[in-house]
């Protein structure tokens, strides 16, 4: 195991105008709301965006010419249900997936946060759009090894690059019998993976663990929330400083980091709005979009604005010369 510590942010990355996300319409019939609920992880897929929401049993497609955004519907749970919240008092019963990766075949693979049993799933559309759930405890408890999982296990990002799949622990809340809240990326060997997924081999190991730290703010620590691979193989991350007790409950975000890392260890910026302003957005999904004319880096961005009346924003966030 490996710990890159941090020795303070450097510059800032800014945000574009937020832009709400919507469906046209309401789908009561399959328990769908009109907006785009929690942004929890944001992917290219083919010449869509994809949405991740954590709260409800739908992707979201978005055409980003038109702006359209179309859901693609998941399964309901066992009471029909499809979208969850603490005032419908189904919460608990939520898949929560947090992270998204396409696969080398096209496939699009959705994994639930695992800091729950009923978040230990995994969500297969292939290319027509035909949804696989897949249970994944034995992957999940293979990721609770402690030096990944610290306190409580709570997997918030994902990447595809070469043969690894990257997955990122976010380490928030406290102290759990007497382990600490760690952040962590582990790299599973992605044949290995895909061998499990498809045809139900032994959930494969940790091959290595790289705790990270990424700082904090008025005693709040920041931690994983997505990440997206760089066409150079350096991964470009997301880290919100949340002020919430563990992996379950919400609280006051503090501010917002996007992080590179690379062979150079990891550099970080605080994400700022037009006004310059440090973020309070619950930023939760990251896309490269490209290399800007000043050598900095496009990104997209989605976030979770933790109100179930209010729709997801996704915005553009310039870093220039990271």
Known sequence: MTTVVNVGAIGV???????????????????????????????????????????????????????????????????????????????A????????????????LAFGSGSTPARERLVVVDVAHRVRIVDGAGLFAQLRAPEFAGAALNVEGAVVHGDRLHLFQRGNGGTVDGRAAANAIGDLELAAFLRWLDHGDAPPRLLSILRVELGEICGVPFGFTDATALPDG???????????????????????????????????????DASGAPTSLKLEGIEFVGVAPDGGIELLVVADMDDPDVPAVIASLHWARP
């Open 13 to 91: 990355a800014r945000l574009g105008p937020p832009r709400p996300l919507r469906f046209a319409v309401a789908d009561d019939a399959r328990d769908l709301p009109q907006h785009v609920r929690a942004g929890s992880a944001l992917r290219r897929w083919g010449e869509r965006l994809v949405v991740v929401q954590d709260d409800v049993n739908a992707l979201a497609l978005l055409d980003e010419r038109s702006g359209v955004v179309e859901p693609l519907v998941l399964p309901a749970d066992a009471s029909g249900r499809r979208h969850f919240s603490e005032r419908r008092g189904n919460k």
């Open 234 to 272: 350096r991964i470009v991350f997301l880290a919100g400083a949340e002020d919430s007790p563990d992996t379950y409950r919400d609280g006051d975000v503090l501010g917002a980091r996007v992080g590179l890392l690379g062979g150079q260890g990891i550099v970080l910026a605080e994400i700022v």
């Open 93 to 108: 019963a939520k898949m929560d997936l947090e992270a998204c990766v396409v696969l080398p075949d096209g496939r699009l």
